[in-house]
């Protein structure tokens, strides 16, 4: 199997467990959102420690701790992450999955809007066409929720906030992972010691199987996103740009289908508004890589006057 068709594979088997994540935190109950967030925190932090002690890379923190820059951005990272991971339990488990579809599907276009606003980039007429029809969207669900989908909203923005940031620090994924969980590791666990010396906690109270789910959200959590670092170091990145919209189609389909979330038309309308833009923002990508990818092709082209024929060299 070629390298490429494995990284398709990582990457698919990511986006494939991201998409059924509702199902997983919707057996977490009857533990709160926060205390669900609290464990998954300091889990993930354990499980990454234990991959990173088998790997035998723990010089990383030395070089990281020197570097106060990307020591802060780190952190912010995790700060990030945390409100993204919090939001997106507070909407499954209050029977909202289809808004947090709504959320990973909208973050492509949240991630442009931070590259021109922060990263000064030019966009082109598609991506402006793409936007604006996004814009509204939103406006149409807004109507149709009766108010801002801010569940969808606050994905999207922490989650782009998160990439943007990510893609600046360029920090490997498992170590990025354990500095970014261990910054919150340190309030997740004082909210976990006063869970429980007020005898609100539920973890080790409801039953095995719950406690077991709750410690496995760690290792559900670091999981896929070894697996996506294996695929960003194989699949070009418009190949990764197609597979992200896995996960909110498999999370829209848990949404509708198994869970029973209302689908009305004008929700219906506004979600296709949303793929409209998509659609277009993909095509537009796919359409600009291939054109960079041929006027590279050209650049690396030897010609006639630069280059003798083989038969001229003298032989070696």
Known sequence: MGEERRGYLYGLAAYVLWGFFPIYFKLLKPSS???????????SVVFVALVLAVMRNWRFLGRLMRDR???GGVALAGLLIGVNWGTYIVGV???RVVETALGY???PLVVVLLGVTVMRERLRVWQWVAVAIGAVAVAVLTVDYGHLPYIALMLAASFGSYSLIKKRLN??????????????????????TWLNVTGQGTVGHVSVAHTVLIVGSGIATAIPLILFAGAANRVPLVGLGILQYVAPIIQLFVGVLIYHEPMPAARLAGFTLVWAA??????????SARRSA???RAAAEPTAATVEPAAALPPR
């Open 171 to 192: 920090l490997p994924p498992a170590e990025s992972l354990f500095v970014e969980s261990a910054v919150l590791a340190v309030p997740a666990l004082g909210y976990l």
């Open 294 to 296: 041929r006027a590279k």
């Open 105 to 107: 599907f909208i973050t």
């Open 278 to 287: 998509l659609i277009i923002f993909t095509a537009d990508g796919i359409r």
């Open 69 to 71: 820059r990307r020591l």
């Open 93 to 95: 488990n209050s029977s």
């Open 33 to 43: 959102p926060f205390e669900i967030l609290a464990h998954r925190v300091i889990w």
